[in-house]
Each structure stands twice: as structure tokens, then as C-alpha cells.
């Protein structure tokens, strides 16, 4: 995606390739184009805009963090604010159905791309819960949003958890989790039921191998059991090639290495938790059903026969469940 454009004295010129771009701080700038002028040093740019536009000119929302990141968002609809935070390694594509359906019902739905996926920046470092939890509150404190319904699938399940441990629910009215990973997937002395580390492993192990097989793996099988058209199982690969490498490979660990169970203690707002009973990602036992025991006055609901990417394979009977819960609060 190119910078802003660059003004030079008398005459428009648009900022070259990166390859080409001016040096950083107290260096000198290339030449513009053989044409005698010099650019001015990074240092001198103006600020990026918030937003910014694709080829074809339409808006994109960005939203920058303290440490330079531009995290991208869907801001759709009027009313009440829905945040969705997608899961590993997807985007915020894989909330498209329903992000339209709620915000056909009269709610803003925003959707962003975490850190190191899709659109978002794809970082070096900041590839872990907490960072990701204070991604989520700056877009938050962005877009001033209040009364908000957080709402997590798997992954997207511990950042909101994180969130409400690192920055309490002072703007939060409902929270969602949704095939989510908290409590706390990794089996360890302490949490004797969760998965082996094995599993995690393996799934590094095949990202470094051959993360594109890998992902078509993944949609093949336990993600959708066996439930999603091959389109939308194509649609799972796109996105996920769409990671940065580093940014999924680290983010491995947090989701499974991460313990949410204090995070999860501190909920105090009404909770709802979503999971189907054959969900071969994160297991049943493991996630859902441990999440809703530590969460006060949670209420559960269990798709039965479902698998972890009940967003693609279960969306209508997910769209109505989670706009009767949003419903609860307005009445």
C-alpha cells in the first residue's frame, strides 16, 4: 500500500517505491526521479491518516496504536456497538455473515484484523495476549465506543478475555465467547484436562514446514468438521495465507500457552458462551464448558454435533443466539 502523497515545490510528485524512499532521520533523501529535487526525510512526512483508500478510492479505517501499528477495521451499521474479534489465523472476513446480519438489525458491528493478519500490520513483536488486549483498547478509545458487546471466536475469545483482565468493563455492557480458547487450552500440572503440548507442536512444526498445506489441513478437517462447502474452506486458506509468518507461528502460543483463568474471574458483565460439543480445535470440556463454570452467572449455550468454525457451518442459528443475547440488554 503506498504512503500519502508527497508535494514538492511546484510540481506533484508522488512518494516513490519503498525501495527508493527517502532515508531515515538526518540522512539525506534520494533524488526524485533524475529530476533535481529532494525528497524530504521520513522524518518530515506528515502524519499517515486514519484513513486511507484502496485503488479503486474507497475509504479503509485504520486505527494506529502507541507502538506505530495500524490496525484495520470494519465499521458497519448504526446503533449499539458489536466488536467481533476473529480467530486464528483468519480475519475479520471470517465474520462477514454475521457483521451484516446484526447490523441489519440495528447495531454498528466493527470487525478489525488483529496484529500480523490481513490488513492490520504485520509486526515483529507484540504477537501475544497482552498486546493484543491493548490493540483492542485503543481501538476502543478510538472510536469512542460505550455499552459495547465484546464478542471472541476462539482466539478472538482470549484477546476479549485479556481485555477485560488488562482494562476492566468500564466500556463494556455483554461479552461473548464463541468456540473460544480461554480458560486455558495447554495441559499442564495444574490444568491436568487441557490439550498436550504435542498438538501445538505439530501445528508449528507444519507452519514452518509448509504453512499453506497446512492451512488447507486445517480446513479440510477438524476446523469445519467435514460441515463447509469448498468454498468456504478456500475462502479459511486465503485469509489465513494473508498472516504474516511470524505473526501466526507466535500467536500459536498465544492461544494455547495463555492462562485466562484470572482474566476470567474479573467478568462482571452478562456473559454469554457459545460451543459446539464436537469441536475438535478446542475441545468442549476444555473451553466452553470450563469457561461458563468460572464465569459468574454465565450463561452457556452447546451447539450439538457442531465443530469449532460454527461462524461458517452454523451461522444462522449463531446470527439469532447472539441477537437475542444483544437483545436482553436493550430491553
Do not use: C
Not at 462477514?96 to 466493527?110: D, M, N, P, T
Not at 474452506?233 to 501466526?248: C, T
Not at 478446542?282 to 454435533?305: H, M, N, Q, R, T
Request: net charge negative; hydrophobic share 35%; glycine share 10%.
Amino acid at each position: 500500500m503506498e504512503d500519502d502523497p508527497v508535494v514538492l515545490p511546484g510540481r506533484p510528485q508522488r512518494q516513490p517505491h519503498p525501495g527508493r524512499r527517502a532515508a531515515l532521520h538526518g540522512q539525506a533523501g534520494r533524488r526524485a526521479h533524475g529530476r533535481g529535487e529532494r525528497l524530504p526525510r521520513r522524518d518530515d512526512l506528515p502524519a499517515r491518516r486514519h484513513h486511507r483508500s484502496d485503488r479503486e478510492g474507497r475509504p479503509m479505517s485504520y486505527v494506529a496504536t502507541p507502538d506505530g501499528t495500524e490496525i484495520f477495521y470494519k465499521d458497519w451499521g448504526t446503533g449499539r456497538p458489536v466488536v467481533l474479534a476473529h480467530g486464528w489465523p483468519l480475519n475479520s472476513d471470517s465474520w462477514e455473515a454475521q457483521q451484516l446480519f446484526l447490523a441489519s438489525h440495528g447495531y454498528r458491528v466493527i470487525a478489525h484484523d488483529r496484529r500480523g493478519h490481513g490488513r492490520s500490520t504485520q509486526t515483529w513483536t507484540g504477537n501475544e495476549m497482552d498486546t493484543y488486549a491493548d490493540d483492542l483498547s485503543a481501538l476502543l478509545e478510538h472510536l469512542d465506543l460505550w455499552d459495547v458487546t465484546l464478542v471472541g471466536f476462539s482466539t478472538g475469545g482470549g484477546e476479549i478475555t485479556r481485555y477485560i483482565g488488562r482494562h476492566g468493563t468500564s466500556r463494556v455492557a455483554q461479552a461473548v465467547l464463541v468456540s473460544a480458547v480461554p480458560p486455558f487450552m495447554l495441559r499442564t500440572a495444574d490444568n491436568p484436562d487441557g490439550v498436550p503440548s504435542k498438538v501445538f507442536d505439530d501445528l508449528r512444526a507444519g507452519s514452518t514446514a509448509d504453512r499453506s498445506q497446512l492451512y488447507r489441513d486445517l480446513a479440510d478437517g477438524p476446523f469445519f468438521g467435514g460441515l463447509a462447502s469448498p468454498g468456504i474452506r478456500d475462502a479459511f486458506w486465503l485469509q489465513s495465507m494473508a498472516a504474516g509468518h511470524r505473526n501466526a507461528y507466535e500467536s500459536i502460543a498465544a492461544f494455547s500457552a495463555t492462562d485466562f483463568r484470572a482474566d476470567l474471574a474479573k467478568f462482571d458483565v452478562p456473559t454469554l458462551v457459545i460451543h459446539g460439543d464436537a469441536d475438535q480445535v478446542v475441545p468442549f470440556d476444555v473451553g466452553g464448558k470450563s469457561s461458563a463454570a468460572l464465569i459468574k452467572e454465565a450463561e452457556l449455550i452447546v451447539y450439538a454435533g457442531a465443530p469449532h468454525g460454527i461462524t461458517d457451518t452454523h451461522k444462522e442459528q449463531l446470527g439469532n443466539d447472539l441477537l437475542t443475547f444483544l437483545k436482553e440488554y436493550d430491553a
